[in-house]
């Protein structure tokens, strides 16, 4: 087992039109009602060829561009787990493909209708082929994210992770992303997920 | 990596409502799998594993009071309920509950007007967790056709961290019209009893199920299966195909072996993930050829229970534990002429073998895969 000790290295926020990174506001749009509008906004702002972020449904799209603000300029193991959790799973896009179905039901929604495939849209973004896990909970839960990943990096099964909260349910929309690596200032611990993730949310 | 053992477990599925029950038919090679004509869940009529309504019932009315539950809540409950009967004196205070599903309720979802609050996995969770009076909030594990097996990892994992002494892990999906219509818009559904691995394979069948295991940080008096390994592994490729070269899963089933300490030559057996979809079967058994596991007997249960995405896992892992105990390999049903690129050594017919190692394997939408190594442990250790 290892000992080294794990930092809380970076940190990103997606919540009422404003991305934070690191505490400090990077973009925000307050005119804007729909995710999907502001999502596009920020993502034309971040000047990402990337023309397959428009096939993902809305929650993927949020985890994509929270990952790139996380991840920006770093070197990143593919080793890098990624621990997700949310509250309302694939919900909205479970609606969207329960209404297809009346008609044309469509694979291409269908495929999202699972909470876990913004994790391969980001594995497959960022080349990583590593551990992954999504929890359902009504709450954050850093007791829970904290325990889990740290498992995972004392086992040596990962150098660092990715983990946090990406929820979407009626169109609102809480993103909290933070990357657990060896480089950092803040320890990683359960009081200082906690800290930083209600620290966004006040 | 510490070991976890395995304590009593309980199927509830076509095949039967006890593990014994399921164990007899699969070796009596009985399918669950049948032909529907059911307008509730296809205007077409299908190849799918479910579980007869009026027995659900009967055999939930014996335990509770039906009125307050869903189908598939009434499954989770018996499953659970299976595992209580045999440890009266479970103590809920250091028992934690992790539950494996991803689509829960789904069958309630309508296209419009207010969301049944059941189909969120959250409520789900909580009616499984406040009927028994387990302390702790339910952990929900929601990783597409890994989740079975990744919620034995977690269970292990809230074990070994020293939060709990036993975890209750319980896995279920239904069956249902939402996930039936949609691999049929994938084109994905075989007109016929699903053949994993064969030539003639053309797609999955679904079914339904629901499972529990009580993990265990101690060791019982004998006939110990500890889970010693486990992983999961990303293919980074693509959200709804495997990876060409099975990349995800052959890192997966490098990752268990490190771990565990084994070579190739020391497992004695694996429970594959085997859809038989076209790509998904070549895909595993490129990856088990790349890891040298091409000699290790190896079969597919989805011919006895079609696929039953979050369950799916973990019935397969139930049944590598009894195999392992009762050393029996069990027939790969409905497989027929081998229909991959790589050799591999499906198990054709039930025979008796000294098995002391196993390897259980599943992947899934989203590019995941996953890897669990059990240990028989010689008696008297």
Request: proline share 3%; charged share 25%; with cysteine.
């Amino acid at each position: 087992m290892g000992d080294k000790p794990f930092f809380i290295e970076a940190l990103v926020a997606i919540k009422s039109n404003v991305v934070y990174r690191n505490g400090e506001e990077i973009f925000r749009r307050d005119h804007i009602q729909e995710p999907d509008a502001f999502i596009k906004e920020f993502f034309k702002n971040l000047k990402v060829k990337y023309p397959k972020f428009h096939k993902m449904d809305v929650l993927s799209k949020l985890g994509f561009l929270a990952s790139e603000v996380l991840l920006k300029d770093k070197y990143v193991s593919p080793d890098t787990a990624l621990i997700f959790s949310n509250s309302a799973s694939s919900m909205e896009t479970d609606r969207q493909y329960r209404a297809s179905m009346e008609d044309f039901p469509s694979p291409s929604l269908f495929v999202y209708t699972l909470p876990n495939i913004v994790l391969g849209e980001i594995s497959i973004r960022h080349r990583l082929q590593s551990e992954n896990a999504f929890f359902v909970s009504e709450k954050f839960n850093p007791h829970l994210i904290h325990t889990y990943t740290t498992g995972l990096l004392k086992n040596e099964m990962s150098p660092a992770a990715v983990c946090g909260w990406l929820d979407l349910k009626n169109k609102e929309y809480d993103v909290f992303l933070i990357l657990i690596s060896e480089n950092g200032k803040i320890p990683f611990t359960e009081e200082n997920l906690q800290k930083t993730y209600y620290f966004d949310n006040e | 990596m510490k070991k976890v053992y395995l304590h009593d477990d309980a199927i509830i599925s076509p095949l039967g409502f006890s593990t014994a029950e399921n164990l007899q038919a699969i070796k009596e090679e009985y399918s669950g799998l049948k032909l529907h004509q059911k307008n509730s869940l296809s205007a077409k009529e299908f190849y799918g594993g479910i579980i007869e309504e009026k027995k659900l019932e009967n055999s939930f009315d014996k335990i509770a009071d039906n009125s307050d539950f869903t189908r598939l809540e009434k499954m989770m409950i018996l499953a659970v309920h299976e595992i209580l009967k045999k440890n009266p004196d479970l103590n809920f205070n250091n028992c934690g509950l992790v539950i494996s599903t991803t689509k829960g309720n789904i069958d309630l979802l309508e296209a419009e007007g207010l969301l049944n609050k059941k189909v969120f996995l959250t409520e789900l969770a909580k009616s499984i967790g406040e009927y028994f009076g387990f302390k702790a909030e339910p952990v929900v594990v929601s990783n597409a056709c890994i989740s079975g097996g990744l919620a034995l990892i977690v269970g292990k994992n809230l074990i070994t961290s020293g939060q709990f002494q036993r975890v209750i892990v319980v896995g279920g999906d239904l069956l249902s019209k939402f996930v039936l219509s949609g691999f049929s818009s994938f084109q994905a559904v075989s007109a016929v009893p699903c053949k994993p691995f064969s030539k003639s394979r053309s797609g999955i069948s679904l079914g339904e199920a629901a499972a529990a295991v009580l993990l265990n940080s101690e060791r019982k008096e004998k006939d110990n299966i500890a889970l010693i390994a486990g992983s999961s592994a990303n293919d980074a490729n693509h959200i709804s195909g495997p990876s060409r070269t099975g990349e995800g899963l052959f890192k997966t089933i490098q990752k268990v072996l490190k771990q565990s300490g084994l070579q190739p030559e020391d497992l004695d057996y694996i429970s594959a993930h085997g859809t038989a979809t076209p790509y998904n079967d070549e895909m595993e058994a490129i990856a088990l050829s790349r890891s040298g596991l091409s000699h290790v007997p190896v079969n597919s249960l989805k011919g006895y229970y079609g696929h039953t995405l979050g369950a799916s896992a973990l019935v397969e892992s139930i049944i590598t534990k009894h195999s392992l105990l009762n050393n029996e390999l069990y027939c790969s049903l409905n497989f027929e002429e081998s229909g991959v690129s790589k050799p591999l050594n499906i198990i054709r017919q039930y025979e008796k073998e000294e098995l002391s190692f196993a390897l259980k394997t599943a992947s899934g939408f989203g590019g995941c895969n996953l890897s669990l190594i059990f240990e028989k442990e010689k008696n008297g250790r």
